[in-house]
């Protein structure tokens, strides 16, 4: 029995597939190497933005004639976009040959849901779990050995869908996590452990007690074994100087901060919820160049965010200039549905967010050749 996974969307949901790559090897399944030979197909998807739910929608839509040469084929869609009920039911409706629609939280029973295929249901099920049930995780990232340490998040920043279809923030217990990674390093063929979560920043504040992020972070590198240890993703309004000190420290963690500024716009900033200024933010970045320096930062950006101006838009445009990231990844603002932005007056047409996005990506190729020269 052959099954094949395909991921949508962030490390995260890489991550995930590992878990049910895990699963389904524990069931009997083995990998297969492409849609036409596997019994059973997993789509775990994403929901961040509009696009990469309408590719969901075309690729599942693709496997009808699958589904009719092979009667025995189970199609299972699951991941934050079937977390959504409206767009599971959709999913539903528009494919009814779909055999399991489940949302973020049922994977680990994933197994159970497949018996219950084989004997004639099908299954829509949206409930929640427990982020620390201890799963077979099949790593699949070569010398990368990702470590969720949390989940969801509390932050609700207008734009985004990740509270709704990923709950509250719950962290794992460090115990739990420090022996995933002495089993990691254990087994001697990582080289590189990445930990994993919306807000990593946050880490252990609902934890009894309480755990700072840098204590994590601390204790992970007093582990003996040769590997480098980084982290993401980081929230600037979280973003402490012990963490920073930390990474300045620690020989062992990467010299890399993901740190996503969203907008240079103190205007658009507070519409999104970001809770920190342009000003908050470049301080934060001058903090970390000086006491770590040569570190590399990379950031996100959304532009054409609801009734964001030209003037407003060339605020982010020199922020760029100004941080010169090493990387950036520019996004144009995708409406999601349930989202305080998606209801705000003065969306943006697409033609101007297109441009931005371009003008936005055009500088940091030229920031980077420059960079690169030197
Ligand atoms: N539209 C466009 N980009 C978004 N992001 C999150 N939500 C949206 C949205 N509705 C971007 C943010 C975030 C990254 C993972 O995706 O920049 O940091
Ligand atoms: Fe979304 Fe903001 Fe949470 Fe990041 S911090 S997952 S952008 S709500």
Redesign the pocket.
Known sequence: MKYYIVTYG?QMNVHESEKIAGILERLGYSEGTCREEADIIVFNTCA??EGAEDRVFGNVGNLKRLKKKNKNLIIAVCGCMTQKEQTAKKLMDTFPFLDIVIGTFNVPKLGYYIEQVKKGRQLELLEEGDIDEVLPYKRTSGENAWVNIMQGCNNF?T???VPYVKGREKSRNEENILKEIKEIISEGKYKKITLLGQNVNSYGHDLTPAIPFSKLLHDICALEGEFTLSFM?SHPKDLTDDVIDAIAKEDKIEKYIHL?A?SGSNRILKLMNRKYTREKYIEIINKIREKIPNCRITS???VGFPTESEEEFEETYSLVETVRYDSI?A??????EG?V?SKMEGQIEDEVKNERVNKLLSLEKKIQKEDNKR
């Open positions: 962030c961040i933005r920043c734009y985004c869908i993703t996503p969203q996100d950006f959304i990844f996004f144009m603002y995708s409406p999601r989202t932005a």
